[in-house]
């Protein structure tokens, strides 16, 4: 399985209105092997290894974004599955710390 990191283009573009926050059932897809495939270098040094998923956006049921949470605050790999054709699109790792100037919060 090839993994394929998104753009930023590519990632707003599978970004569609109305966006559902989705609270319960299963994926349409198991995406974990293809999270598996994505290379160590995509990570940018963040760890998800634990494998918990954040949250999960229905993209106007075209698009679903996983989030799947690192051990640094406000980072996630986000995965873009295809409702339609029931795959797993790309990847984007989304650094919130960095995107929207937020402060980094330290380890206590």
Not at 9 to 23: D, G, L
Not at 51 to 63: I, K, L, N, Q, T
Not at 77 to 89: F, N, S
């Amino acid at each position: 399985m090839k993994a394929i990191e998104l753009d930023e283009a590519a990632f707003q573009a599978m970004f569609v209105e109305p966006v559902i926050r989705v609270t319960d059932g299963e994926p349409v897809v198991d995406f974990w092997p293809y999270f598996d495939a994505i290379p160590v270098a995509d990570f940018e040094n963040h760890d998800c290894s634990a494998g918990e998923v954040e949250c999960v956006h229905r993209m106007a049921d075209r698009f679903e974004h996983v989030m799947v949470r690192s051990t640094t605050p406000n980072v996630f790999m986000g995965i873009v599955i295809d409702l339609v054709d029931r795959k797993v699109t790309g990847h984007r790792l989304m650094n919130f710390n960095t995107l929207y100037g937020l402060e980094t919060p330290r380890e206590e």
